[in-house]
């Protein structure tokens, strides 16, 4: 999965493909060097960030969907908390709602995915983008999160989701600490994974790898841990990777395949 952000201020691309061009360009190359999902957004979710109006969210988020859907035959995810952006992409061609809030938003957010009929991603947060980083607890963060997840999956099914359209993600980096949680979920990703539902980890170019790295790295400049992350996410199972450098991510689980199929 792509990230393929149409914002200004997203914490690694923010501002580069506001432009409807550019951001198709850039879409067009994803998809050339490996990518199997686009994950467009239109609302930044870095610590901090300002919450982006619905009409504003969604004039970012259409164009682009749309325009990738008329000339490729790839799959598309809109990256939004809100049920209004969520219909009005999935009208424009997208087939998964990617939900950092695990459909907890708006009180119809549920409702709204059941109708849809698309695939939904529930992501474990908390707190919300502005304050989620200010002072995250956990008494134990793996299960904590798994049973979070777990919840969240019985509540979509209980509100007429199908199951094999839920997707859950660790939500690494999104109410966590930079190690201290970040790292103890990538370790137990497989209590997650067994819970039975397709996994998708989003771990590209986030803080945690400047922390275990010394500190000071720019986002542009964690490529070696995000393939790390990737690496670790595809050993315990993941169904999925959301990453920023596709070519060279699909170029590491290429060949760590292979010498996993050579053994």
């Known amino acids: 999965m792509a990230v393929t952000n149409v914002t200004p201020d997203s914490f690694s691309d923010g501002g580069r493909f506001l432009d409807p061009d550019r951001a198709l360009a850039h879409a067009r190359r994803l998809i050339a060097d490996g990518a199997d999902i686009l994950d467009v957004g239109g609302e930044s979710t870095r610590p901090g960030a300002e919450p982006v109006d619905e009409a504003e969210e969604i004039a970012r988020v259409v164009p682009l969907i749309r325009?990738?859907?008329?000339?490729?035959?790839?799959?598309?995810?809109?990256?939004?908390?809100?049920?209004a952006v969520a219909r009005a992409a999935v009208g424009a061609g997208a087939a998964i709602w990617n939900d950092v809030s695990a459909l907890r938003h708006a009180p119809d957010s549920l409702d709204?995915?059941?109708?849809?009929?698309c695939d939904v991603v529930l992501m474990h947060m908390q707190g919300e983008p502005r304050t989620m980083q200010a002072e995250p607890r956990y008494a134990d963060v793996v299960g904590?999160?798994?049973?979070f997840l777990a919840g969240r999956a019985e509540a979509a099914m209980a509100a007429g989701v199908a199951r094999e359209r839920i997707w859950l993600d660790?939500?690494?980096?999104?109410?966590?600490h930079m190690?201290?949680?970040?790292?103890?979920?990538?370790?137990?990703?497989?209590?997650?994974v067994a819970l039975g539902f397709?996994?998708?980890?989003?771990?590209?170019?986030?803080?945690?790898?400047?922390?275990?790295?010394?500190?000071?790295?720019?986002?542009?400049?964690?490529?070696?841990?995000s393939?790390?992350?990737?690496?670790a996410g595809a050993a315990a199972g993941v169904a999925a990777v959301r990453v920023h450098d596709v070519r060279e991510t699909a170029q590491a689980l290429r060949v760590w395949r292979a010498i996993a199929e050579a053994r």
């Open 67 to 83: 325009a990738i859907r008329a000339e490729r035959d790839v799959a598309v995810s809109v990256d939004t908390m809100k049920p």
């Open 112 to 117: 709204v995915a059941a109708e849809l009929g």
């Open 144 to 147: 904590e999160v798994t049973d």
């Open 170 to 176: 660790p939500g690494i980096g999104f109410g966590k």
């Open 179 to 192: 190690m201290g949680h970040n790292l103890p979920l990538l370790a137990h990703l497989d209590r997650i």
């Open 198 to 225: 397709p996994v998708l980890l989003g771990a590209s170019r986030k803080s945690f790898i400047s922390a275990v790295d010394g500190g000071g790295r720019a986002p542009s400049e964690r490529l070696g841990g």
């Open 227 to 231: 393939i790390a992350a990737a690496l």
